[in-house]
């Protein structure tokens, strides 16, 4: 099946720095992807949709300067969190759908973040 | 916003016992996929289900589409500890696009 790899799969950074996490799709084009949060024993709560080529589109109460989005290819977007703060500490985990008319959603391994 | 509700939220059985897991929603899905997902990873979807009254099978787990398309169950058979887990639904919706939803989630541990 279709292939979603995230980098790092775990980072610790200081308050007040930025973190850059990778989504890739490895064998299919995505003109769409989707970051998700996830705290412990909780469910995924969508963050954002990345659009290929054009701003991404935010769900309520999502910062979008805080959230960077980029989704410059038709295989990477990146999510950066600025100015990172202790209660940014989470699980990021981005997942794209293969354009070619298939439902299934392929997720990536998941980032752990711990902002100190 | 459409939500999805699960239930049981957690649920704690012995080895051999049967169980279920819904998923419920007050709005029409075009489709639903079943998640489950261990610490540290991504979900790994189990099935992917689009028609009213659909039933699937995958090995010991048996999967429901409501007729209504807007509820979903789970039913594990002679649970084993390796399926602990939490399990997510998660469907799109019309007029949704390509984004999913994922349910409140089922953690589920299976005991020796």
């Known amino acids: 099946g279709a292939v979603v790899s995230q980098h790092p799969s775990r980072v610790i950074c200081k308050s007040g720095t930025s973190v850059k996490i990778e989504c890739r799709s490895l064998?299919?084009?995505?003109?769409?992807m989707f970051w998700y949060r996830q705290f412990p024993k909780q469910s995924l709560m969508l963050m954002a949709t990345?659009?290929?080529?054009?701003?991404?589109?935010?769900e309520q109460g999502v910062e979008k300067d805080k959230f960077l989005i980029n989704h410059a290819s038709l295989t990477l977007s990146t999510l950066t969190v600025t100015s990172a703060h202790p209660e940014d500490s989470s699980f990021y985990i981005c997942?794209?759908?293969?354009?070619?008319?298939?439902?299934?959603?392929?997720f990536g391994q998941g980032t752990r973040l711990t902002v100190v | 916003t459409q939500l999805l509700e699960q239930s049981p939220q957690f649920l704690s059985i012995q080895e051999g016992e049967n169980l279920t897991v819904y998923c419920n929603s007050s709005?029409?899905?075009?489709?639903l996929q079943w998640y489950r997902q261990e610490p540290g990873e991504g979900p790994v979807l189990l099935v992917t289900?689009?028609?009213?009254?659909e039933v699937k099978k995958l090995k010991r787990l048996t999967f429901q589409f409501g007729d209504a398309r807007k509820d979903s169950s789970l039913h594990i058979t002679a649970a084993q500890p390796g399926d602990t887990g939490l399990y997510l639904c998660?469907?799109?919706?019309?007029?949704?696009?390509?984004?999913?939803?994922f349910g409140t989630g089922t953690q589920l541990k299976v005991e020796l």
């Open positions: 289900v689009v028609t009213g009254g």
């Open positions: 064998d299919f084009q995505a003109t769409t």
């Open positions: 997942s794209a759908r293969d354009e070619a008319g298939n439902t299934e959603a392929f």
């Open positions: 998660a469907a799109s919706f019309t007029g949704g696009g390509n984004k999913l939803t």
């Open positions: 990345s659009n290929e080529g054009s701003k991404a589109t935010y």
């Open positions: 709005s029409v899905f075009s489709s």
